[in-house]
């Protein structure tokens, strides 16, 4: 079974610039996660999505952040304009449904420069 | 929101000795619980998880054990190999209501030493 893909895989760019990265999820799975690790710190939750709708963006910095999910499968999130404290690593997740495992992709590390 | 806390933030142990990584978690509605292990350049990886109707749960070398009353769970490693090293995270959900993002702990940097 294919995991998680996401790509780019690194990413550097000058603050105020835009960025996008893009998630495919195991196929079949319904939910979709965005994630943001901050070095030495743990995965936080940005977004979740349930098939193309949102479910939970309460931590997504929407003045800048925006995300979206179409036709219910691949999902890009973007940042405009970047800030240095964005500089990180992005994960994507999905799982079958709610409430179960989620399985994560390899992520995309942000430099802000 | 839900708030976890995890200790050690390093924990260096001799190989095949015991390691264990202790977590807690603030709100008393959160009823999943997974462990994460994360290689470097990778995403994390579920190794077990527990809910909170069942106090301990063990597969092969790794056990965990969940007191809802003190709020924390902890990860147990028995017979450490040099492939256990990674960092691992604690997490917990609040599931319910469709909303089931993790919430994380900082981190443990597991080293085993040969």
């Known amino acids: 079974e294919a995991g998680v893909a996401q790509s780019p895989r690194y990413k550097i760019i000058e603050k105020r610039q835009s960025v996008a990265f893009w998630c495919n999820p195991i196929?079949?799975?319904?939910?979709l996660y965005w994630y943001q690790q901050i070095l030495g710190q743990g995965p936080k939750l940005l977004i979740q999505f349930q098939n193309n709708g949102v479910v939970d963006d309460s931590q997504l910095p929407k003045d800048r952040f925006s995300a979206e999910r179409l036709k219910g499968v691949d999902s890009t999130l973007k940042i405009q304009p970047a800030k240095l404290e964005d500089s990180a690593v992005y994960l994507c997740?999905?799982?079958?449904?709610?409430?179960?495992?989620?399985?994560f992709g390899p992520g995309t590390r942000l430099t802000v420069l | 929101g839900e708030n976890v806390e995890q200790h050690p933030s390093t924990l260096s142990v001799q190989e095949g000795d015991s390691a264990v990584i202790k977590c807690t978690y603030s709100?008393?509605?959160?009823?999943?619980f997974p462990w994460y292990k994360q290689e470097l350049g990778k995403g994390p990886q579920l190794i077990i998880d527990i809910r909170s109707n069942v106090g301990e749960k063990k597969d092969q070398r790794i056990a965990v054990t969940l007191n809802k009353t003190a709020k924390h769970f902890s990860l147990h490693i028995t017979e450490t190999q040099p492939e256990d090293s990674a960092v691992y995270f604690c997490?917990?959900?609040?599931?319910?209501?469709?909303?089931?993002?993790?919430?994380f702990g900082k981190g443990t940097h597991l080293i085993i030493q040969p």
């Open positions: 997740a999905s799982s079958l449904r709610s409430y179960n495992e989620q399985f």
């Open positions: 709100d008393s509605a959160s009823n999943y």
């Open positions: 997490a917990a959900i609040v599931s319910g209501g469709g909303a089931d993002g993790l919430t």
């Open positions: 196929s079949g799975h319904a939910t």
